[in-house]
């Protein structure tokens, strides 16, 4: 059975860090690229990082270029998101998704299985 689970989330103040995981079964990681979404209270989930089956391509939304690092370790079945110089705006549920085939982008379509989510908050 198929499993995404998120952890590493909680409250951070402005300026700080949190390493997001998602720990994966069920199926072949290194087969697949792997997400990271987000979505705030009133808002639309959004695609926050994704990276290519093998680690060979990133992208990231523009508003987290330059603080959010995603990576993975294959043979650990895990990927994580490093999330450095946290802001308010960043509060949000975090779910990690895997994709259809070994590089998809940001395009929120071509994944098709979440895990439960993580909660961010960043407040002072």
């Known amino acids: 059975q198929l499993q995404l689970v998120e952890s590493g989330g909680g409250l951070v103040q402005p300026g700080g860090s949190l390493r997001l995981s998602c720990a994966t079964s069920?199926?072949?990681?290194?087969?697949?690229?792997m997400s990271w979404f987000r979505q705030a209270p009133g808002k639309e989930r959004e695609a926050v990082a994704c990276?290519?089956?093998?680690?060979?391509?990133?992208d990231y939304t523009d508003a987290v270029k330059g603080r959010f690092t995603i990576s993975r370790d294959n043979a650990k079945n895990m990927v994580y998101l490093q999330m450095d110089n946290l802001k308010p705006e960043d509060t949000a549920v975090y779910y990690c998704?895997?994709?259809?085939?070994?590089?998809?982008?940001?395009?929120?379509?071509?994944?098709?299985?979440w895990g439960k989510g993580t909660l961010v908050a960043v407040s002072s």
């Open positions: 998704a895997k994709g259809v085939r070994t590089w998809g982008g940001l395009q929120e379509s071509w994944y098709t299985h």
């Open positions: 990276i290519s089956n093998r680690a060979e391509r990133t």
């Open positions: 069920g199926f072949t990681l290194d087969s697949y690229g």
